[in-house]
Every structure is written in structure tokens, then in C-alpha cells.
T-cell receptor, first 112, second 114 residues
Framework: GEDVEQSLFLSVREGDSSVINCTYTDSSSTYLYWYKQEPGAGLQLLTYIFSNMDMKQDQRLTVLLNKKDKHLSLRIADTQTGDSAIYFC????????????FGAGTRLFVKA | NAGVTQTPKFQVLKTGQSMTLQCAQDMNHNSMYWYRQDPGMGLRLIYYSASEGTTDKGEVPNGYNVSRLNKREFSLRLESAAPSQTSVYFCASIQDRVITDTQYFGPGTRLTVL
């Protein structure tokens, strides 16, 4: 079946690195995404990685993909209070059409 | 360029009442989606429209109907609201329904059914 799992909460101190983890079940995933949701707002795409890559870096964000273990992580370096939000992992699969499966979201708390 | 807009932002209904959630996008996107977000769960797809004039069921379509009024607008209707439909509803759009495209989300409608 298709499932994306994430831990629900993460708390870090300002300036530390945050690592948010995600596992997925569908091995036919082609793209994996990280979305950010701030309070009262919709989801905003942060970054994505193609399934034949194992790492992608974009400024403070590093995405690591272990396709063998179906494990995806998002590392935020030098975490700031403005990074406090819910982070959603998502995978796209093709089953005769494009479909996105979302995880439940990880709520990141950043303590000053 | 407003992106994806949704109205209303908040709504309280009584069980059995009906209402329509509105969504519009100004990016000339072909595909539009309605999701619901519940605590501890990811977004679940209710309905989608791959192009103007077509609509298809998603994962949780029961109790909802949709209309793709034109390329810009995609509405979601609850004919007889139930407490189980208390949720936050998000509309999203995408240029084409292919893997590499990014979904753009609206700000959401928070619906409470008493």
C-alpha cells in the first residue's frame, strides 16, 4: 500500500540543526517532497528530490534519501525561530496518473 | 498574481446544512485539487480536476461534490454537513498533472460542523 510516516513533534534550540525524518512504502516513488506549513497558511513547497538522487542541498536545507530503506530526511542548519512550522513529507507516484501521498506532518518547535 | 485563493476562511455549520467552498487560481493551471487536513493525518485527496470539464474522485469523496466551473475555479460542495466533515480544507493547483510540477496551495478553509 501507499503510506508516508513521520514523527509528530521535534523540539530544538535556536542555532542547532534540526533533522526531520520520514519513511515511505511505495518503491515506485519518483519524486519526494518537503512542504512547510506556517500557522493559518497553506502548504509551501520547500524542496524536492528525484528518486535517483541520494542528496540535495539548498542553502540551509539538506535532503538525504536512502532508497533502499525508503527513508527521507530534511536537515535544517542553524535553525531559527522562523523555522517553527509543520513540515510535511510527500511522495509522488504514477498509477496511470500523478498522485501525491502526504505524511501527517512533523511540528517543529524552535526554542530561543 | 494572487496564486490560489479560497473563500471563506472560516465557517461554522449545523449538521444537515449545506455550503460551497470556493477556490480560484490565476496561474492558468490545468489541474486543481481539494484536500482535507485532519489532526495527526496527512492531507487526504477528496476530488481533483485534471482539466476544465473533468472531475474525478480522490481518496475520501463521500459526502462531497465538486464543480470545475471554468479553468480558474473549482468549488467543493457539502450537501448535508456532518460533524465528521469538521476539518481544514485546502485547494491546490498544478500546471500539468506530471511528476515534476509543483502544487500550489491556498490558505485553507477551517470548517466546523456542530
Amino acid at each position: 500500500g501507499e503510506d508516508v510516516e513521520q514523527s509528530l513533534f521535534l523540539s530544538v534550540r535556536e542555532g542547532d540543526s534540526s533533522v526531520i525524518n520520514c519513511t515511505y512504502t511505495d518503491s515506485s516513488s519518483t519524486y519526494l517532497y518537503w512542504y512547510k506549513q506556517e500557522p493559518g497558511a497553506g502548504l509551501q513547497l520547500l524542496t524536492y528530490i528525484f528518486s535517483n538522487m541520494d542528496m540535495k542541498q539548498d542553502q540551509r536545507l539538506t535532503v538525504l534519501l536512502n532508497k533502499k530503506d525508503k527513508h527521507l530526511s530534511l536537515r535544517i542548519a542553524d535553525t531559527q525561530t522562523g523555522d517553527s512550522a509543520i513540515y510535511f513529507c510527500a511522495e509522488s507516484i504514477y498509477t496511470g496518473g500523478f498522485k501525491t501521498i502526504f505524511g501527517a506532518g512533523t511540528r517543529l518547535f524552535v526554542k530561543a | 498574481n494572487a496564486g490560489v485563493t479560497q473563500t471563506p476562511k472560516f465557517q461554522v455549520l449545523k449538521t444537515g446544512q449545506s455550503m460551497t467552498l470556493q477556490c480560484a487560481q490565476d496561474m492558468n493551471h490545468n489541474s486543481m485539487y481539494w484536500y482535507r487536513q485532519d489532526p495527526g493525518m496527512g492531507l487526504r485527496l477528496i476530488y481533483y480536476s485534471a482539466s476544465e470539464g473533468t472531475t474525478d474522485k480522490g481518496e475520501v469523496p463521500n459526502g462531497y461534490n465538486v464543480s470545475r466551473l471554468n479553468k480558474r475555479e473549482f468549488s467543493l460542495r457539502l450537501e448535508s454537513a456532518a460533524p465528521s466533515q469538521t476539518s481544514v480544507y485546502f485547494c491546490a493547483s498544478i500546471q500539468d498533472r506530471v511528476i515534476t510540477d509543483t502544487q500550489y496551495f491556498g490558505p485553507g478553509t477551517r470548517l466546523t460542523v456542530l
